[in-house]
């Protein structure tokens, strides 16, 4: 493996810790680590980043919240008969699930909570703080693997459970990664927060099938002078993001980082739409179709299709991976505020880079040896993330209305 055996142990604290996200992840780590499968899918283990310091899988310890009370090794059973688990896999590694599982407390807010936003806040940051101190972990990355969420209704609405969990993750010192469309550090309060707290940040939602082929195709088109007269696709899915998404509030969510990279590839938006259709009998495998009418030479009218068809937590789990290890690197290293070299990964990412998928496998590799560099500022940083943690605590207006500023103002 790529890192060392002997470094710290670090905390990957899961929102959404009993999806079929979160349970592939724990599995597929667990895996990996004891030998039994190669890191297919891991850019982390590949030779770019052999020497950038990031943390052995053997070494990161899992925990997270969900509002679900099915155990993870039931989980990982109902995902093998699936077809998403490999068979044996999830029997052989049956007490790494129990022991993530033990460490997964209950989440919020749920139907008939009468907490205030503040007081979930609170409660999330000290299960957090509680899993780092019992297993003595050196940091840990909390990362949102939950169900996209229907878009904010607004300043005077309640934070949205991604934007709780946050706050919460800033409240405990930890850097956060989104990896779902919902709002998370992208609502006022919280990207107010980000910014005072010197903790380094990714996100939002993962991008694993239509919109990697998107981020490929947009930019051949536009290098190739070819012009792009409609694009339009459509998204088959089950499982908890398919019953999900059957939400037109949380399908807008979605679909808008899709549109994002077309926008930014193409310089333009073309005709067409997305339509995501929630079809339960597909479990956690999808369908993804797109249809592309464009331009060629002296107004030649040509069409590409493609059809990409995927198990979206096995597209998942490795970029989760791949996101802890290098955000816990990056705190480490003391790099704060969003880490716009992991747009790589995402649809919609925070922070500047470019659109292009070689582009910005550029910039992660480029990461990558920035933090290979930073190997002798570590023992530095220690002390300075030290210090973060405590601003960050404090930042957050511990036990007051999250929506006030540091200066007591309203957003």
């Known amino acids: 493996m790529s890192a060392s055996l002997s470094r710290p142990r670090v905390g990957v604290w899961l929102i959404g810790a009993r999806g079929s996200v979160a349970t592939t992840v724990v599995t597929g780590c667990a895996a990996i680590a004891a030998g039994l499968h190669p890191p297919t899918g891991m850019v982390t283990e590949t030779s770019a980043f052999t020497d950038s310091g990031l943390p052995a899988l053997s070494g990161l310890v899992f925990g997270g919240h969900d509002t679900l009370d099915c155990p993870l090794p039931k989980r990982a059973e109902t995902l093998t008969a699936g077809g998403v688990l490999p068979p044996g896999v999830a029997t052989a590694v049956a007490a790494e699930l129990a022991t993530a ?54 300043p005077d609405a309640p934070l949205p459970a991604s934007t709780l969990y946050a706050l919460a993750a800033m409240r405990a010192g930890c850097p956060y990664v989104n990896f779902t469309p919902s709002e998370g550090m992208h609502h006022p309060v919280a990207a107010r927060e980000a910014e005072r707290s010197g903790l380094p940040y990714a996100g939002r939602d993962g991008k694993t099938g239509q919109t990697l082929l998107r981020a490929v195709l947009g930019p051949m088109f536009a290098q190739r002078a070819l012009n792009v007269r409609a694009w339009s696709g459509t998204n088959l899915l089950g499982g908890g993001d398919g019953a999900a998404l059957a939400d037109p509030a949380a399908a807008a969510a979605k679909n808008a980082g899709k549109e994002r990279v077309l926008a930014d590839t ?65 705190h480490e290293a003391g790099l704060t505020g969003p880490l716009g070299e992991l747009g790589f990964y995402f649809k919609d990412p925070v922070g500047e880079g470019p659109a292009s998928l070689g582009e910005q496998y550029a910039a992660l590799t480029g990461l990558g040896e920035r933090l290979r560099l930073a190997g002798g500022a570590v023992e530095g940083a220690a002390d300075r993330d030290a210090g973060h943690r405590e601003s960050a605590a404090e930042a957050v207006a511990q036990g007051a209305d999250p929506r006030e500023s540091a200066a007591g103002e309203r957003p």
Request: one cysteine or more; proline letters at 6%; hydrophobic letters at 45%.
């Open 266 to 330: 193409l310089g333009t938006l073309p005709e067409g739409e997305v339509h995501i259709d929630d079809v339960p009998a597909l479990g956690d495998w999808k369908t993804a179709w797109d249809h592309i009418a464009f331009d060629g030479f002296l107004g030649t009218r040509m069409i590409l299709q493609t059809i990409w068809q995927g198990c979206d937590s096995a597209l998942a789990a490795p970029l989760v991976l791949d996101l802890a290890r290098l955000t816990a690197r990056a």
């Open 101 to 154: 599982d033990r460490e997964i407390r209950p989440g919020g807010p749920t139907p008939g909570d009468t907490r205030s936003d503040a007081e979930l806040i609170t409660a999330f940051a000290d299960d957090i703080r509680d899993f780092v101190h019992r297993h003595e972990l050196e940091r840990a990355v909390v990362v949102n693997v939950a169900s996209t969420e229907p878009a904010s209704l607004g």
